[in-house]
């Protein structure tokens, strides 16, 4: 019987080899990725059954990245581990498709059995966030997050600048013009009535994108 393959994604090392140790003896680890954007491309090319994934990571965070994996390989099962226990962070990774949702603090306890079920097409998320998560449904109105209302690029550019990349910095980032980027910040500020750079910044931290 062939194991399940799994790919993790962490920027913390230690965690990553924590996590071998716990996974190793019932599933084939095919790789880890340190950063969103590697984790998109190694899933695309190692096409794993499951992805394992922090949701604050460098560059790109698991959220984007997961959303970016389902386009094009629907069939990948993705679970997140993190330490996130607001329910805001659940419902975004619920909405972009995953299946599991599991504290870093439970992994030893609830880690093999959340990738069991995830495979099996069933959801699970950790007792201890499922309290206060309902069935995800799409927010709209007044209290709707007003960052989904952006595009992917305009959000990773925001998460670019809230780990305070300069422009330039985040051109070579994104494969973008420095012309391309200033457009996409020009945008961001319209719509949101930002004056100024500084005010900018202080909108990408508000976004809770980034790395941490």
Known sequence: MNR???LLADDHTILLE???GILKEEFDLVGTARNGRALISMAR?????????????????????????????????????TMHEDVEYAHRAMQAGALGYVMKNSAAAELVRAIRDVLAGRVFVSPSIA?????PQPRTGAGSD???????????????????????????VMCLSARTVEYHKYNIMKKFLIRTNAQLIQFALKSRLASE
Do not use: C
């Not at 309290?131 to 069935?135: D, P």
């Open 4 to 6: 399940a393959r799994v």
């Open 131 to 135: 309290e206060k998560l309902k069935t």
């Open 18 to 20: 924590g996590l071998k």
């Open 45 to 81: 090319k190692l096409k794993p059954d499951v992805v394992v994934a922090d949701i604050s990571m460098p560059i790109l965070n698991g959220i984007e990245a997961a959303i970016r994996i389902r386009e094009t390989h629907p069939e990948i099962r993705i679970l997140f581990l």
């Open 146 to 172: 007003p960052f989904g209302d952006l595009s992917s690029r305009q959000r990773e550019l925001l998460q670019l600048l809230a780990e305070g990349l300069s422009a330039k910095e985040i051109a070579d």
